[in-house]
């Protein structure tokens, strides 16, 4: 069975949520990771996005933040926060676990089981306030927790908004953007290192080449001149990245009326 996964930063669920269910139509995802829902879990349109077929959990916070699950499958939450600080309130992590069909079992027994992440990784700008300590101070959180997950030996997807774009290829302007928090050295030193403790890009291992922008700011030109960057990723565990087939970029929702200024990244892996 092939199970096909996306990360989306809607910038707002409630301004989104006609973009959100037309593209759930069209593209027919079986889990889905959210960011920057900017509600509380309370006014999330549970209705809209239940008619469609979907099981949904969400980390809320009013007007800021806030990330989401959405699986066509049963779905188990089994965490709302990324652990390592009690006192960081700010809701830009949730965890759970996918009950696949027994199709997608390797053999006997029940339907395999996949663990999703959704994560809204902080912006980090600007560099020069408490803000960027955060930044990287989530990053190597981020870090201790994927190991800890490494140990399970399971399947996992963190699918996010990670804020990060790894590489100058991954950026428009790589001069320009050099000393933003987004594209700072320290910044991709952070983030590489939790990709080194053996997790996959999924969309560079199949399209090592290409910028393959998930973003463009709402300044006026930066779309149809194409001038974006590639910060929303879906990191696979090795067991993951064994049976991935297919990963791209959506630009479709980015170039409608009011849009986000994020796309969805999407990825197929055969179970």
Not at 32 to 41: D, G, H, R, W, Y
Not at 90 to 109: F, H, M, N
Not at 248 to 267: A, F, L
Request: hydrophobic letters at 40%; a negative charge; glycine letters at 8%.
């Amino acid at each position: 069975m092939m199970v096909r996964l996306a990360t989306w930063n809607v910038n707002s669920l409630k301004a989104r949520i006609g973009h959100l269910t037309d593209w759930l139509r069209d593209a027919k995802p079986d889990v889905v990771m959210l960011q920057e829902i900017k509600c509380l879990e309370e006014a999330v349109p549970r209705l809209e996005l239940e008619d469609l077929g979907y099981n949904v959990a969400a980390v809320g916070q009013k007007s800021y933040n806030g990330v989401a699950l959405l699986s066509r499958h049963p779905l188990t939450v089994e965490r709302r926060a990324l652990p390592g600080d009690e006192g960081d309130v700010q809701a830009r992590y949730i965890e759970g676990l996918v009950e696949l069909p027994a199709e997608t079992s390797d053999g006997g027994g029940g339907g395999a089981v996949l663990r999703v992440a959704s994560i809204y990784l902080p912006n980090g700008n600007p560099v020069d306030s408490e803000k960027y300590p955060y930044k990287l101070a989530w990053l190597d959180r981020l870090r201790a927790h994927v190991a800890d997950l490494l140990t399970l030996e399971e399947r996992f997807v963190l699918g996010g908004d990670y804020n990060i774009a790894p590489t100058d290829e991954d950026v428009y302007d790589p001069v320009g953007w050099r000393d933003d928090a987004l594209c700072r050295l320290e910044s991709r030193l952070h983030y590489r290192a939790v990709i080194n403790l053996g997790l996959t890009d999924a969309y560079r291992a199949m399209e090592p080449q290409g910028p393959g922008y998930s973003f463009w700011d709402y300044q006026a030109g930066c779309w149809p001149r194409d001038e974006g960057l590639r910060i929303d990723h879906l990191l696979l565990s090795p067991q993951a990245a064994d049976r991935l087939k297919a990963a791209g970029v959506d630009r479709g929702p980015r170039g409608k009326d009011r849009p986000s200024d994020h796309t969805p990244v999407w990825c197929e892996l055969d179970l």
